[in-house]
């Protein structure tokens, strides 16, 4: 059929209007959002897939942006001090104001080499003329920011391929929020119109499947799960590949064991539950996301690399970041790795998993 081979693209709308070098940052006195309705959109052509699920879903609205602003709330506290800094910034006091202004990154985990590439930028364009108010200080270190992630983060869409069923791997250590990020992408997926079926593909942990139960039961949708002692991940996800291809499911969401990423053998199942889905279905997995614990920072990173080496991580869902004060790892993990942020936890209900965008991210962290 013609809509076996209809491109799906999921697209995380954007929460503001577009970057513009004169708007980038908010007065410190006062705080502004443009709160239209956020299209987590899907795509895909003239007919086909994406024509029985409507062609634009109009899920998120206002709402969402005061999610993110409030989901940020400990970072936002930690950067407040450079509002102060810059109230009543003069170029006398310019060195011991970037000072304590890279102090203040520090401790929100931005990293070390993206906050002394931050701080000697807006040293340059200090020392040149360009920046002569506070305001204008604060408005240059939020479109550097920008900047970086709008560089290396521009594919936060889920890339979805061409076949049904669309198969999405979510990988993780234990403890990260794996299997109740998974819940709540279905969640986000299923109110869309689309058909969604959970994979329990985390054969280590005795409640994981359990756990998987509770959300297929809550959001409405099937669940394939192990059968017979010893079952291994890469049958339990090949038998629900196959159920999905068989009864014409949109998305196929696999559920893999928590690991650490210094575990060789766990990691070598990766490889074979990637191997397994990919002989039923052509091109899968199409998304192999992996959830990081917000709370951890910028130990977050040799995880990610780890991972991404051994299974090829697509993109990243960072998890917690309403408990941490640590927002700027977000901006860590993109510079570093390259590999886009798609989803963000703000908080622990079921519509907090939100589709990152990374403006309201800006703002959100510094108001």
């Known amino acids: 059929m013609a809509s076996s081979y209809t491109h799906l693209s999921f697209l995380a709308g954007r929460t503001s209007p577009p970057f513009s070098s004169d708007r980038v940052g908010l007065l410190p006195q006062r705080v502004e959002f443009r709160l239209a309705k956020t299209r987590f959109r899907c795509s895909a052509g003239q007919s086909g897939f994406f024509t029985r699920l409507g062609r634009l879903i109009k899920e998120k609205a206002k709402s969402d942006v005061e999610k993110v602003f409030s989901g940020f709330s400990k970072t936002r506290e ?13 170029l006398a006091e310019t060195d011991r104001v970037l000072d304590e202004l890279e102090e203040a990154l520090l401790v929100s985990d931005f990293g070390p080499k993206i906050t002394v590439r931050i701080v000697e930028r807006l040293r340059d364009d200090i020392m040149s003329g360009k920046l002569k108010s506070g305001t204008e200080i604060k408005d240059a270190l939020k479109g550097s920011v920008l900047e970086m992630l709008a560089k290396k983060n521009s594919k936060t869409e889920l890339q979805l391929g061409f076949r049904k069923p669309a198969v999405i791997m979510i990988v993780g250590v234990n403890g990260g929020g794996k299997t109740t990020s998974l819940g709540k992408l279905a969640h986000r997926l299923k109110n869309e119109g689309t058909k969604v079926l959970m994979a329990a593909g985390d054969t280590f942990r005795a409640a994981a499947s359990d756990q998987l139960e509770i959300w297929a039961e809550r959001t409405g949708c099937e669940i394939v799960v192990a059968e017979g002692e010893k079952p291994k991940a890469a049958t339990v996800l090949t038998k629900a590949v196959k159920r999905g291809k068989e009864e014409g499911y949109d998305v196929v969401l696999c559920d893999t064991s928590g690991r650490l990423h210094t575990n060789f053998s766990l990691m070598e199942e990766l490889i074979a539950c990637k191997k397994a889905v990919g002989k039923v279905v052509s091109g899968a997995p199409n998304e192999i996301l992996l959830v990081l614990d917000g709370n951890t920072g910028l130990n977050m990173l040799p995880q990610a690399r ?8 697509t993109g990243l869902i960072l998890t917690k970041l309403d408990g941490s004060a640590r927002g700027g790892c977000v901006v860590s993990v993109v510079e570093e790795l390259g590999i886009p942020v798609k989803f963000i936890g703000v908080g622990e209900a079921v519509e907090d998993l939100q589709p990152f965008d990374a403006e309201a991210f800006v703002n959100a962290i510094f108001s």
């Open 306 to 313: 780890e991972f991404n080496e051994i299974v090829g991580i």
């Open 78 to 90: 930690n950067l407040a001090v450079i509002d102060e800094l810059l109230l009543f910034w003069n």
